[in-house]
C-alpha cells in the first residue's frame, strides 16, 4: 500500500493508495503513523469514498519532519571511491564502520517541487538518489532479526549537496541542509510490498541523461543493520526518516564534475518505489 501526503479542494492530509484512488486517513503523516500504532494499513482503509490519485497534488510525504534526516555517508562501495578521488583530505575512508550524519530538512521538498539553487553561496550543486527508510514505531535496542519490524515502509529521497560547503567546512551538514535541498517522494510504500531486505534497483537522470544506475543490494550497510546499530543508543522516533547512502554517479564524481545548473531537471527513481522529479529553480 501506498501512504501520501496530498494537497486536493483546498486542503492538505494523509491518505492511503492502491495506486489508482486515494483515500482520506489523517489530518497529516504523523497522525497516521501514531493512530496505525506500528501495524501496517489493512485493506478496510481503502473502502468509502476515495479520489483518484491523478486529481490531487502529491507532497512529500512527511512535508515538515519532526527531526532531521538520518543520512549514511559513503554507503555504496563505488561513490566512496569516488569521493575519496574528488577530495582524499575532506571524506573519511571506509573502515568496517558507517558513516552517519544528519540533515536538517525544515521543510522537504515534495514531487515536482522546485529545488533553490542558493548560487549566492553555493558553488558544486549535486544531487543523490537515495532509498529512504521511515520508520513506524520507536526504536530502542533493536535487534537486526527484529529491524525490519519497525519498518513503516520506503520512498525516494534526493541529499541535494552543496560540494563548497562540505569542503570548506570539513564536513556534511551545512553543505547538506539548505532549504530545499531535501526532495522526497512520490509517497511510502508499506514494507509488505517490499518485504525482507529489499534488493531495488536505483537510478538518477539529469535531463534525461542517466548518471545513477545501480542496485540497494551494494550498500555496505543493510537496513536492518543501520537501524539496530542506531538504536543501541538512541531512541528512534517514530516518522524518523534514514536515508541510505548513494551510489556512484553524483556530479562530483565525474571529470570535470557535472554539476546542476538553472533549469536542470533530476529525476530520481526507484524500481517498486516510483518517480521523484524536481527542477533546479531558474
Not at 123 to 143: I, Q, T
Not at 152 to 180: C, I, M, P, W
Request: with cysteine.
Amino acid at each position: 500500500m501506498k501512504l501520501l501526503t496530498c494537497e486536493y479542494n483546498g486542503r492538505t492530509f494523509a491518505a492511503v493508495s492502491d495506486g489508482k484512488m486515494v483515500y482520506e486517513a489523517a489530518p497529516d503523516m504523523y497522525a497516521l503513523i501514531k493512530a496505525l500504532d506500528g501495524k501496517l494499513p489493512g485493506a478496510d482503509m481503502l473502502r468509502g469514498e476515495g479520489t483518484a490519485l491523478d486529481r490531487v497534488r502529491l507532497l512529500a510525504p512527511i512535508p515538515e519532519p519532526h527531526q532531521d534526516v538520518v543520512c549514511l555517508g559513503m554507503n555504496y562501495i563505488d561513490h566512496s571511491a569516488e569521493a575519496e578521488r574528488w577530495g582524499k583530505e575532506d571524506f573519511v575512508k571506509n573502515a568496517g564502520k558507517a558513516v552517519y550524519f544528519s540533515k536538517r530538512a525544515a521543510y522537504i521538498v515534495g514531487p515536482g517541487g522546485e529545488i533553490d539553487p542558493h548560487f549566492d553561496i553555493v558553488d558544486g550543486l549535486d544531487y543523490e538518489a537515495e532509498l529512504a527508510v521511515v520508520l513506524g514505531k520507536d526504536a530502542y535496542r533493536v535487534s537486526k532479526d527484529e529491524a525490519f519490524d519497525y519498518v513503516l515502509g520506503y520512498s525516494v529521497l534526493n541529499d541535494v549537496s552543496a560540494r563548497n560547503l562540505q569542503k570548506e567546512h570539513k564536513q556534511f551538514y551545512f553543505g547538506k541542509s539548505l532549504d530545499t535541498h531535501t526532495t522526497m517522494g512520490p509517497w511510502i510504500v508499506t514494507r509488505d510490498e517490499l518485504p525482507g531486505a529489499p534488493e531495488l534497483d536505483i537510478r538518477c537522470y539529469i535531463n534525461g541523461e542517466k548518471r545513477q544506475d545501480s542496485n540497494t543490494r551494494y550498500m555496505i550497510f543493510g537496513v536492518a543493520e543501520v537501524i539496530s546499530e542506531l538504536s543501541q543508543g538512541m531512541t528512534l522516533k517514530a516518522g524518523t526518516i534514514i536515508a541510505m547512502g548513494t551510489p556512484a554517479g553524483v556530479g562530483m564524481g565525474f571529470d570535470p564534475p557535472k554539476y546542476l545548473a538553472c533549469g536542470d531537471v533530476v529525476r530520481c527513481e526507484i524500481d517498486g518505489i516510483g518517480v521523484l522529479e524536481n527542477r533546479v529553480k531558474k
